[in-house]
């Protein structure tokens, strides 16, 4: 048995893990100030239970040599080594994990990615971001980085017949796809293209009704993000990637960014390739059970 917890800003979510079938434990609000009761709460779900593991997503990044972790919405917790504190005050093995390679993890291990062996998981929502699976395990690397594709000044400003700005990135950095291809991308987009004010949801779904402003939007947004997810592909030989975050929701824009993904590899297949993801319930607790059951074997 896994406990296995998906950790937020707002709440921590908690469940057990048996064989890949979750059980339910509930929920608590997440202590962001308090470091003790955070730990508290983490323990508080442990009572009365025997597993072998604990495992944790959480909206954060691990450094795999020190074990720190960075997180924005939880100040107790960042600058941490969180999991050799919790494994201290619990008494049991615990891995920590970032949420989009939760994701990745999920896809790969019970969703669009069942058998296939290297898969990329991609978030497209507020941010961009992904993780990589190969041979039913997580790649790592210096910083815990690895599959942050969404960061790194690629994204194109000449474009679809027209001029955009570099827009800056909350990671400092300028002509990020984070910054430009997010749902709050798309919205950065359509206002420099139109001068228009729209939330991500009203430009897709003008967009399917065939209104030619939010299709040129559309149409620049797909042409700046399918050559360096196709670039990532050659790279790391990705035979699927699923999709998640609130972008996934619109199944007609993945078809898109598929089309012109698969038109730009190497690899010639006429099977989709970027493609919703699968698991659509709980995507960190399945994730992070899944990635401990492979540590911990």
Same mark, same amino acid.
């Given at each position: 048995?896994?406990?296995?917890?998906?950790?937020?800003?707002?709440?921590?979510?908690?469940?057990?893990?048996?064989?890949?079938?979750?059980?339910?434990?509930?929920?608590?609000?997440?202590?962001?100030?308090?470091?003790?009761?955070?730990?508290?709460?983490?323990?508080?779900?442990?009572?009365?239970?025997?597993?072998?593991?604990?495992?944790?997503?959480?909206?954060?990044?691990?450094?795999?040599?020190?074990?720190?972790?960075?997180?924005?919405?939880?100040?107790?917790?960042?600058?941490?080594?969180?999991?050799?504190?919790?494994?201290?005050?619990?008494?049991?093995?615990?891995?920590?994990?970032?949420?989009?390679?939760?994701?990745?993890?999920?896809?790969?291990?019970?969703?669009?990615?069942?058998?296939?062996?290297?898969?990329?998981?991609?978030?497209?929502?507020?941010?961009?971001?992904?993780?990589?699976?190969?041979?039913?395990?997580?790649?790592?690397?210096?910083?815990?980085?690895?599959?942050?594709?969404?960061?790194?000044?690629?994204?194109?400003?000449?474009?679809?017949?027209?001029?955009?700005?570099?827009?800056?990135?909350?990671?400092?950095?300028?002509?990020?796809?984070?910054?430009?291809?997010?749902?709050?991308?798309?919205?950065?987009?359509?206002?420099?293209?139109?001068?228009?004010?729209?939330?991500?949801?009203?430009?897709?779904?003008?967009?399917?009704?065939?209104?030619?402003?939010?299709?040129?939007?559309?149409?620049?947004?797909?042409?700046?993000?399918?050559?360096?997810? =196709?670039?990532?592909?050659?790279? $790391?030989? /990705?035979? &699927?990637?699923?999709?998640?975050?609130?972008?996934?929701? *619109? +199944? @007609? !824009?993945? =078809?898109?960014?598929?089309?012109? $993904?698969? /038109?730009? &590899?190497?690899?010639?297949?006429?099977?989709?390739?970027? *493609? +919703? @993801? !699968?698991?659509?319930?709980?995507?960190?607790?399945?994730? /992070?059970?899944?990635?401990?059951?492979?540590?911990?074997?």
């Amino acid at each position: 048995m896994i406990l296995c917890f998906d950790i937020g800003g707002s709440r921590i979510k908690a469940a057990t893990s048996t064989g890949g079938t979750l059980t339910p434990l509930g929920d608590t609000p997440t202590p962001v100030h308090d470091f003790a009761a955070f730990t508290a709460a983490i323990a508080g779900f442990a009572k009365g239970i025997a597993p072998k593991a604990v495992a944790i997503s959480i909206a954060g990044v691990v450094d795999p040599d020190t074990q720190s972790l960075r997180v924005a919405n939880i100040p107790c917790a960042d600058g941490r080594r969180l999991g050799p504190e919790l494994e201290t005050a619990l008494g049991l093995p615990v891995l920590v994990l970032n949420d989009a390679d939760c994701f990745a993890m999920a896809e790969a291990a019970q969703g669009a990615g069942q058998g296939h062996r290297n898969v990329f998981g991609v978030i497209l929502g507020t941010g961009v971001g992904g993780g990589l699976v190969i041979d039913g395990r997580l790649v790592s690397g210096p910083g815990g980085y690895a599959g942050e594709w969404g960061h790194g000044p690629v994204a194109r400003t000449q474009v679809e017949g027209v001029t955009l700005p570099e827009f800056a990135c909350g990671c400092g950095l300028t002509g990020c796809i984070d910054a430009v291809c997010s749902a709050r991308g798309i919205e950065k987009l359509h206002l420099a293209l139109h001068g228009n004010e729209s939330r991500s949801e009203t430009i897709l779904s003008l967009w399917q009704d065939g209104d030619a402003q939010a299709t040129k939007t559309v149409m620049v947004w797909r042409a700046i993000l399918a050559p360096p997810l =196709a670039m990532i592909l050659n790279t $790391v030989g /990705a035979s &699927i990637v699923p999709v998640g975050g609130g972008l996934s929701n *619109v +199944p @007609a !824009l993945i =078809a898109l960014l598929d089309e012109a $993904v698969r /038109a730009m &590899i190497l690899r010639r297949t006429d099977r989709p390739l970027v *493609v +919703p @993801a !699968l698991c659509r319930i709980e995507p960190g607790l399945i994730g /992070a059970a899944a990635a401990a059951e492979v540590a911990f074997d």
